[in-house]
């Protein structure tokens, strides 16, 4: 699971075995969302994290696109 990048208490990560489109899961507390990056930054689903804690996180996968699919390309390709 290789992982992103952590910040307030947000771990962004990618699973080994990921499939197209580009996306990123993120973990707060027992909750996980997941976000579409190709085309702007889509929740695609989410399990347990409040509205609010949602919106922290796409903020900070929107502010972290780049890294996000440069990491992405280097592990999944």
């Not at 208490?9 to 990123?24: A, K, L, M, Q, T």
């Not at 929740?43 to 900070?60: G, H, I, P, V």
Request: proline share 3%.
């Amino acid at each position: 699971m290789p992982k992103i990048f952590d910040k307030d208490g947000f771990r962004f990560f990618f699973y080994s075995n990921e499939h197209r489109p580009i996306h990123v899961h993120v973990r707060y507390g027992n909750g996980e969302a997941v976000f579409e990056m190709e085309n702007g930054i889509d929740l695609r689903e989410s399990q347990s994290m409040r509205m609010n804690d949602l919106s922290k996180a796409q903020t900070l996968a929107e502010e972290n696109r780049q890294l996000i699919v440069e990491k992405w390309n280097e592990h999944i390709g």
